[in-house]
């Protein structure tokens, strides 16, 4: 559960991730899906109730939530880069981790040909494109091998281009690495491209949850079945 102000903003019984799949959180806005996810990241704590990671119970020791904080990552709707090259960038969070120069360089050139920028890599990172911003955000979080990825509207103001650029590099990382990752998407055609398992929160509580195929053709909550059509009036 989490409230801002005693108003509950959102409320699960129960809720289990399994880990390798690609998941796909839809539901209108203010339904709670990215304060989900700043919470599943530890960026906030719950009002109320417990959270697991591969279940153990996180507990608020600063050194507990480190270490489970390096093992996943979030990549933003409005990506923040540092005003430095691409390559500083991308390679900021392995010199924090103490990656040694030679396997950091490895990864960066890996990364950066993944998303389709290599040939960016000496350019200043606050003089591209938006769409190339988020490639390079998506690059920073993938060159970590996080165990679990999550993503917030990582595509909603791209042009097609870069959103397939970031859909294929998602996908990628969970194929070669089991990296689980969670997607908040208002596009519920990404969704059914993309997961595997599909949520649907409606005012802050989770209505639905099964494979991908099953609710979006085969729902079994008339809330869910609205909101696909286009017919839920908010």
């Known amino acids: ?69 390096r093992k996943m990552t979030m990549v933003f709707q409005h990506p923040v880069l540092f005003d430095t090259s691409v390559y500083e960038n991308v390679m900021y969070g392995l010199k924090v981790r103490g990656v040694s120069q030679r396997e950091a360089k490895r990864l960066v050139e890996q990364a950066l040909e993944d998303v389709g920028l290599a040939e960016f890599a000496q350019r200043n990172a606050c003089s591209l494109s938006g769409g190339e911003a988020q490639r390079i955000a998506l690059a920073r979080a993938m060159v970590l091998k996080p165990e679990v990825l999550l993503l917030d509207e990582p595509t909603s103001n791209l042009d097609p281009a870069n959103v397939a650029v970031v859909e294929r590099s998602t996908r990628r990382l969970n194929e070669k690495h089991g990296t689980t990752v969670i997607m908040v998407t208002h596009n519920i055609f990404q969704a059914q491209r993309m997961a595997e398992e599909v949520l649907f929160f409606y005012r802050g509580r989770l209505v639905e949850k099964g494979p991908t195929q099953q609710v979006f053709h085969n729902p079994e909550d008339e809330r869910t079945r609205a909101f696909i059509k286009g017919e839920m009036v908010y």
């Open 1 to 69: 559960m989490k409230q801002y102000d005693g108003k509950t903003v959102l409320k699960i019984d129960n809720l289990a991730f399994a880990a390798g799949k690609i998941y796909g959180l839809i539901g209108p806005s203010g339904a709670g899906k990215s304060t989900l996810l700043r919470i599943l990241n530890l960026l906030e704590p719950p009002t109320g109730g417990k959270i697991y990671f591969k279940g153990i119970a996180v507990e608020g020791k600063a050194k507990h939530l480190l270490n489970l904080r």
